[in-house]
């Protein structure tokens, strides 16, 4: 009975041994993965970011392309432009 009890005992104290390590291994390295994750999560939203502002850059672009652009198919700023530089030169 005796020898049942300290292998019992034994197995119980080695099994909570088992679980401190990995709660303190768990507890040094959790907060590395989560800092971690963020600096990814960051990283993603900021190319995220930049692309959807290239896209909008992009789509005011050809907003203003098509918005100004004559049925003739010359640009209408680019054609007040040249008579600005036209009445200029008179």
């Known amino acids: 009975m005796d020898e049942q009890n300290r292998i019992i005992n034994e197995a119980f104290r080695s099994q909570s041994q088992m679980l401190n390590d990995a709660i303190k291994e768990l507890?040094?390295?959790?907060?590395?993965?989560?800092?971690?994750?963020?600096?990814?999560?960051?990283?993603?939203?900021?190319?995220?970011?930049?692309?959807?502002?290239?896209?909008?850059?992009?789509?005011?672009?050809?907003?203003?392309?098509?918005?100004?652009?004559?049925?003739d198919g010359t640009d209408q700023l680019s054609n007040m432009n040249s008579e600005k530089r036209q009445k200029k030169r008179k």
């Open 27 to 71: 507890s040094q390295n959790n907060p590395r993965m989560v800092g971690n994750a963020i600096r990814q999560q960051a990283e993603i939203f900021n190319q995220i970011i930049q692309q959807q502002g290239q896209i909008f850059a992009d789509a005011m672009k050809q907003f203003d392309e098509k918005k100004t652009t004559l049925p």
